[in-house]
């Protein structure tokens, strides 16, 4: 029976022979297993192969992943990756280190008015629709550089770069054209800003290796190290 441990270090594979391809050191791709929908067992077996950083979709689910494992919170990093309403950014603020889905001013400074003085500052990413996806989430490429200025200036807050979700795309060269735009806009983002934004987080387990080609620095991968979705009424 292949085991979370097992599947972790094929993606690890996968990374770093995407890596190896692109002429990347696989040292410069973080991994962030996204466990939404899995549960805190699922989590701990992921901690106990060596995964160290965790994303979750939904806010409730994470908070209550966060307390059930409490004990592992010195050595956990936990990301919030989904669409972040205004009424939820507290707990977002108080319990989190990543928000990679921030696309308004307003979730910006309410994170940074909530971020708890004796935390370090929050990690933030600006959600860019890089191809004008017109149910997703994300800023338009061309406000990003307005955005960015605002939450760059925000105290409590470090922005670390760029997260996108492209819409699925033909082949795989197709997908790295995609994802090089998000890599360009990030390039001239920096120039603008004079910022080290360090990080581009982009590329899940069906597009990891198109991601990495066009260089992302953070890959978001759930099925291939989980298994697929639990059906709806088993999250119940």
């Known amino acids: 029976m292949t085991t979370t441990g097992d599947q972790l270090q094929q993606v690890r594979g996968r990374i770093a022979q995407a890596c190896a391809r692109a002429g990347r050191d696989a040292a410069g791709v973080r ?74 001013l307003k979730i910006a400074q309410r994170l940074s008015q909530q971020r708890p003085a004796g935390l370090p500052p929050l990690q933030v990413c600006l959600q860019v629709n890089i191809d004008g996806g017109a149910n997703k989430s994300g800023v338009a490429p061309q406000d990003i550089l307005a955005l960015a200025r605002e939450v760059a200036a ?16 033909p082949d795989a060269a197709a997908e ?13 983002l920096r120039d603008a800003l004079g910022l080290p934004l360090d990080t581009l987080s982009m590329g899940m387990s069906a597009d990891l290796e198109s991601a990495i080609a066009a260089g992302s620095t953070m890959v978001r991968v759930g099925t291939a190290i989980f298994g697929g979705r639990p059906p709806l009424a088993a999250r119940a």
């Open 31 to 104: 991994l962030l297993a996204v466990s939404k929908t899995f549960g805190p067992e699922m989590v701990r077996e992921a901690y106990a192969a060596g995964q160290r950083a965790f994303g979750e979709n939904y806010v409730q689910e994470g908070l209550d992943k966060i307390a059930a494992l409490a004990d592992l919170r010195a050595g956990l990093e936990w990301h919030c990756i989904g669409p972040l309403q205004s009424n939820k950014t507290r707990p977002v603020a108080e319990q989190f280190d990543w928000v990679h889905s921030v696309d308004r």
């Open 154 to 169: 925000l105290p409590q807050l470090a922005l670390r770069g760029l997260m996108a979700i492209p819409e699925p795309q």
């Open 176 to 188: 790295r054209a995609v994802f090089a735009q998000v890599a360009d806009l990030a390039a001239r």
